[in-house]
Nanobody, 122 residues
């Protein structure tokens, strides 16, 4: 089992950058595929980005490709989301998630953080 804690959210202006972090507990962090999801006001939760066990593979939602970058540091049990050129439509609660899946890309995530708010003003 793994526990996830996000940090780094805040209020920024359109065009700004923000870096989210997610710290994971446990000694088997590298055995999980990690992902970021978000839920905007009045919207369903949506996939943002994912990174494979060693970080060699990533995938992104079309809406963030070229602007967001997911990375991980297995030695620090952490995953990150670098968000550049932020837009008001990026406003959401961002969640870190971990998947025990063994096939890339994974289909389900089994552990979730509590979320961190990102607000982008125009």
């Amino acid at each position: 089992q793994v526990q996830l804690v996000e940090s780094g959210g805040g209020l920024v202006q359109a065009g700004d950058s923000l870096r989210l972090s997610c710290a994971a507990s446990g000694r088997t962090f590298s055995s999980y595929v990690m992902g970021w999801f978000r839920q905007g006001p009045g919207k369903e939760r949506e996939f943002v980005a994912a990174i494979s066990w060693s970080g060699g593979s990533t995938n992104y939602a079309d809406s963030v490709k070229g602007r967001f970058t997911i990375s991980r540091n297995n030695a620090k049990n952490s995953v990150y989301l670098q968000m550049n050129s932020l837009k008001p439509e990026d406003t959401a609660v961002y969640y870190c998630a971990a998947s025990s899946g063994r096939r890339w890309p994974v289909e389900a995530y089994h552990y979730w953080g509590q979320g961190t708010q990102v607000t982008v003003s125009s």
